[in-house]
Nanobody, 128 residues
Framework: QLQLVQSGGGLVQPGGSLRLSCAAN????????IGWFRQAPGKEREGVSC????????DFTDSVKGRFAISRDNAKNTVYLQMSSLKPEDTAVYYC?????????????????????WGQGTQVTVSS
């Protein structure tokens, strides 16, 4: 079965850090473009970041630039979203997704229609 399994997340104080994991079962994640999305309560899902499979280039929405980073561990078939200096407005359910390779950057790389496989989502709550 082809699936993405997410882990990480939880409750963190403002200014804290969290790392989200996105592991692939049944396919090789390195061959796919990866997007991270989030959905805050009462809001539409939005694209947060993406990483290209062809060259590993990453891109981010302006609100998280300098605070979030993406990395891959090909040996573990896993992609990570490292989040630092977290703010209350980062509170949301976070999703990873995998899609066909492309050379697109933000915002085109987070067009949801480009993604075939989705993780189950994980809650991130930033609160004191």
């Amino acid at each position: 079965q082809l699936q993405l399994v997410q882990s990480g997340g939880g409750l963190v104080q403002p200014g804290g850090s969290l790392r989200l994991s996105c592991a692939a079962n049944g396919f090789t994640l390195d061959n796919y473009a990866i997007g991270w999305f989030r959905q805050a309560p009462g809001k539409e899902r939005e694209g947060v970041s993406c990483i290209r499979s062809l060259d590993g280039r990453t891109d981010f929405t302006d609100s998280v630039k300098g605070r979030f980073a993406i990395s891959r561990d090909n040996a573990k078939n896993t992609v990570y979203l490292q989040m630092s200096s977290l703010k209350p407005e980062d509170t949301a359910v976070y999703y990873c997704a995998a899609g066909a390779p492309s050379l697109l950057l933000f915002p085109l790389c987070v067009n949801e229609r480009r993604y075939n496989y989705w993780g189950q989502g994980t809650q991130v709550t930033v609160s004191s």
